[in-house]
T-cell receptor
């Protein structure tokens, strides 16, 4: 089945220790997104890649970076995690094209704990 | 700016009964898309149903249907014949012009609990 895969599902890191979260997709979609979701809140878009074009949301902290080495993979790097970065991180993909109808499909998420 | 409002923090329904989850939206754009997602406790966001602003028919996907009332700016999700596995958080979301590509505006979510 075509899908969005995130690894690991659970990640524990220490305050200030860099961490990388991984997302891969077999849908061959052009667009990949990273969201942050804190407890009992809606997901918040951090950035997205449309093909190789990187698009950062204005309010995304500099502490968050992303890489997309090829169509299938996208990584979220948190350079110096703080306690406030503990959250669920969701990766999503979409085909691209008409932005009104373009549906996003999400992975299972990575739950990040910062000690 | 776009806004999605889900006024029901929590809803309860008996198994096999139908339930309606409310969603109202606000946008000045004529062209927009409305989405519903289900998020079980495991965390994955599952796409349920889509309604475009120019669609004349209400969207349906299996047990899910969308009661789209454009003049009232509402896009309520109807789940028929509720199952225990429907217990989850449900998010209404919108995409319209004037935002960066890809940005979904989400509502606050409604927690649905299905009782046996």
């Amino acid at each position: 089945d075509a899908m969005v895969i995130q690894n690991p599902r659970y990640q524990v890191t220490q305050f200030g220790k860099p961490v990388t979260l991984s997302c891969s997709q077999t849908l061959n979609h052009n667009v990949m997104y990273w969201y942050q979701q804190k407890s009992s809140q809606a997901p918040k878009l951090l950035f997205h890649y449309y093909d190789k074009d990187f698009n950062n949301e204005a309010d995304t902290p500099d502490n968050f970076q992303s890489r997309r080495p090829n169509t299938s993979f996208c990584f979220l790097d948190i350079r110096s995690p703080g306690l406030g970065d503990a959250a669920m991180y969701l990766c999503a993909t979409s085909r691209g094209g008409d932005y009104i109808t373009d549906t996003q499909y999400f992975g299972p998420g990575t739950r990040l704990t910062v000690l | 700016a776009q806004k999605i409002t889900q006024t029901q923090p929590g809803m309860f329904v008996q198994e096999k009964e139908a339930v309606t989850l409310d969603c109202t939206y606000d946008t000045s754009d004529q062209s927009y898309g409305l989405f519903w997602y289900k998020q079980p406790s495991s965390g994955e966001m599952i796409f349920l149903i889509y309604q475009g602003s120019y669609d004349e028919q209400n969207a349906t996907e299996g047990r899910y249907s969308l009661n789209f009332q454009k003049a009232r700016k509402s896009a309520n999700l109807v789940i028929s014949a509720s199952q225990l596995g429907d217990s989850a958080m449900y998010f209404c979301a919108m995409r319209a012009g004037g935002t960066s590509y890809g940005k979904l505006t989400f509502g606050q979510g409604t927690i649905l609990t299905v009782h046996p």
